[in-house]
């Protein structure tokens, strides 16, 4: 089993920043990918961008590419995601979460229970 838990969402203005990160626990060391994705509301949730074991390999959605920063720091088994230049539109529920690979969203097996981010304009 493996636990999840997102922190650092909140409240910014437009262009700020904010930094999530996820922790994870459990029987974290058969995860491979760790990704974020986003729900915001009355929309499907979304891929955002996803890190390998080794973080030699990132994935992200073109909304985010140039402004997100996906890393992770496995000695403390934990996953973050810098957001610069923040949007309005980026206001959702950020999730972590972990699986064997990058794609489909259905891979991904293990899920936190999402942190707020809201981007005034």
């Known amino acids: 089993q493996v636990q999840l838990v997102e922190s650092g969402g909140g409240l910014v203005q437009a262009g700020g920043s904010l930094r999530l990160s996820c922790a994870a626990s459990?029987?974290?060391?058969?995860?491979?990918?760790m990704g974020w994705f986003r729900q915001a509301p009355g929309k499907e949730r979304e891929f955002v961008c996803a890190?390998?074991?080794?973080?030699?390999?990132?994935h992200y959605v073109d909304s985010v590419k140039g402004r997100f920063t996906i890393s992770r720091d496995n000695a403390k088994n934990a996953v973050y995601l810098q957001m610069n230049s923040l949007k309005p539109e980026d206001t959702a529920v950020y999730y972590c979460?972990?699986?064997?690979?990058?794609?489909?969203?259905?891979?991904?097996?293990?899920w936190g229970q999402g942190t707020q981010v809201t981007v005034s304009s």
């Open positions: 890190i390998n074991w080794s973080g030699s390999s990132t």
């Open positions: 459990g029987r974290t060391y058969s995860r491979y990918e």
């Open positions: 979460a972990t699986g064997p690979r990058p794609f489909p969203m259905t891979v991904y097996d293990y």
